[in-house]
């Protein structure tokens, strides 16, 4: 079965850093579609960035110039750069092999997604 695993999550202080990481088992990222979705309790799936499978990359407007999505490395892991966070960025972050864009995160029927990782941003 398709597997994707998020790693990195955890605790800073307003303006720190983290990178989040996602592999994936059973799938290959870069042929579709694939991003990073963040959600906080009563709250939509948000789209934080995505890879087209065209090469090109869309952020949402709140952490332009703040994160970076990328693939590295010869398993193709993608990565979530995250600098100058702020608390508006507590949230569970989850990777997503896309298959469309839900409501609620990890919804069936909308692509594969990562397990999820807390994010908290302290003021």
């Known amino acids: 079965d398709v597997q994707l695993t998020e790693f990195g999550g955890g605790s800073v202080q307003d303006g720190g850093s983290l990178r989040l990481s996602c592999v994936g088992n059973?799938?290959?990222?870069?042929?579709?579609?694939i991003g990073w979705y963040r959600q906080v309790p009563g709250g939509d799936c948000d789209k934080v960035a995505q890879i087209k499978n065209d090469g090109e990359i869309w952020y949402h407007y709140s952490v332009k110039g703040r994160f970076t999505i990328s693939l590295d490395g010869p398993e193709r892991t993608l990565y979530l750069q995250m600098n100058n966070l702020n608390p508006d960025d507590t949230a569970v972050y989850y990777c997503a092999l896309e298959g469309g864009w839900p409501r609620e995160c990890r919804a069936q029927g909308y692509g594969y997604w990562g397990q999820g990782v807390q994010v908290t941003v302290s003021s």
């Open positions: 059973g799938v290959s990222f870069g042929r579709s579609n």
